[in-house]
């Protein structure tokens, strides 16, 4: 059974830092693209971010362009979203996603389609 955990979620002012993790068991994140989503409240969900596993790319969306990134630790089979000057526009519940097959193009897009394994979420806050 597949099983994608994110921690890591909190509150933090604005212009803070926060590393989300995403710890998976049952699937080995080292050889699949990875995404990281989130929604707000009110808001439809949307692409953050995404390692991709076929050209090591990490794509970002322009709103967290050049203030988010992702990594992996395969020994540890974790995926780590840092995100750094976080601003109130960036609090919503944070998910990590993955699959059997996700597509340059869609890791690339920050698509959400075709993902096979989805976490709960971690909320994130950003608020003085």
């Known amino acids: 059974q597949v099983q994608l955990v994110e921690s890591g979620g909190g509150l933090v002012q604005p212009g803070g830092s926060l590393t989300l993790s995403c710890a998976s068991s049952?699937?080995?994140?080292?050889?699949?693209?990875v995404g990281w989503f989130r929604q707000a409240p009110g808001k439809e969900r949307e692409g953050v971010a995404c390692?991709?596993?076929?050209?090591?790319?990490?794509y970002t969306a322009d709103p967290v362009k050049g203030r988010f990134t992702v990594s992996k630790d395969n020994a540890q089979n974790t995926v780590y979203l840092q995100m750094n000057d976080l601003t109130p526009e960036d609090t919503a519940v944070y998910y990590c996603?993955?699959?059997?097959?996700?597509?340059?193009?869609?890791?690339?897009?920050?698509?959400?389609?075709?993902?096979?394994?989805w976490g709960r979420g971690t909320q994130v806050t950003v608020s003085s």
């Open positions: 996603a993955t699959g059997d097959y996700i597509p340059t193009l869609t890791c690339a897009t920050l698509d959400d389609v075709g993902y096979d394994y």
């Open positions: 390692i991709s596993n076929s050209d090591g790319i990490v």
């Open positions: 049952g699937f080995s994140l080292q050889y699949y693209s």
